[in-house]
């Protein structure tokens, strides 16, 4: 088996489609958001926004050119300094694929509230391999300061899901 080069760059790292999807999915977003009010649609607008913003540079930072050199310099977008040197496979990243699409059906089913703790503690203990107290720990820190930051300080309610909501998907 021949051995892996760590330092190169794979094809799809370098694509222009992982930006131009997210370009598209931020996009969407921001125009969805306008269908709320103005206090409810501030928060998704807020992400879209720099999300679509980011995207575009990340866009950008992909082409030749004096433009794309200082996007990448400026960014730290480079593909030769990668954080992440090596390749995973494709099982490993169906999983963490298959974590996210978990935590989005919990968010969608029982709300945002009870799903946080619930994926950040399954998460660190059977992905991360942490152990039960700091897994805990953490989940119950993560639920509390996003609650008390949306729910209390800014009044924002979140999302109850299906099952809590009254409204299902309303």
Do not use: N
């Not at 921001?30 to 926004?49: D, E």
């Not at 200082?70 to 490993?92: L, N, Y």
């Amino acid at each position: 088996m021949p051995e892996i080069d760590h330092e190169q760059v794979p094809a799809a790292a370098g694509s222009i489609y992982p930006p131009l999807i997210l370009m598209i999915f931020s996009g969407a977003i921001l125009i969805w958001s306008y269908r709320y009010g103005p206090v409810a649609r501030f928060l998704p607008v807020l992400i879209s926004a720099a999300t679509l913003l980011l995207s575009i540079l990340d866009l950008f930072s992909r082409f030749r050119g004096r433009a794309a050199d200082i996007i990448r310099f400026v960014c730290g977008a480079s593909f030769q300094d990668r954080e992440m040197k090596h390749h995973p496979d494709k099982r490993s990243e169906f999983s963490q694929f298959a974590w996210v699409v978990g935590c989005l059906a919990g968010m969608l089913i029982i709300g945002i509230l009870p799903t946080i703790p619930l994926f950040v503690f399954t998460y660190m203990r059977f992905q991360g391999g942490q152990e039960t107290v700091p897994s805990l720990l953490t989940a119950i820190i993560a639920v509390a300061a996003i609650g008390g930051l949306f729910e209390l300080l800014l009044g924002y309610d979140l999302y109850y899901g299906i099952l809590f909501g009254g409204r299902g998907y309303g």
